[in-house]
């Protein structure tokens, strides 16, 4: 599968994910929820990469990648807070929206910090996309 289907797939389990936390921090607190869901998915994690790396590669990550993806990890952490504790106090129907607005903000950081281009068409795509973020979340 290239890229386009892996996102696709993301995409997917991403939408699963709202409809399903929404059920299970019902009755519990939002941090706790997120704990929850964090251990599950950090026992999922390492088993995945147990089972598809050897041992030994961990040994070889340099202090620039453990820096990076530590920080990754805890914008990671701290997003997941805010999305559980958005989805306790409101619906999913806006709050999942307005969580990817983080797709336009992700275009205009690899634009600063990697140099990346977009072309007119992406700009517009991007344009629509908070543009419908910004419809859906109005009440």
Known sequence: MNWFWWALASAGF?????????????????????????????????????????????????????????????????SWVCYFHALKVGDVSQVAPVDKLSVAIAVVLAMVFFGEKISLKDGVGIALMVTGVLVMAWK
Do not use: Q
């Open 14 to 78: 991403a939408g699963a994910t709202a409809v399903l936390a929404k059920a299970g921090v019902e009755k519990v607190d939002s941090n706790l929820a997120t704990a929850i869901r964090t251990t599950v998915a950090l026992i999922f994690c390492w088993g995945l990469a147990w089972a598809t790396h050897t041992p030994g590669s961990v040994a070889g990550i340099g202090t620039r990648t453990w820096v990076f993806l530590g920080l990754s990890g805890l914008a990671t952490g701290l």
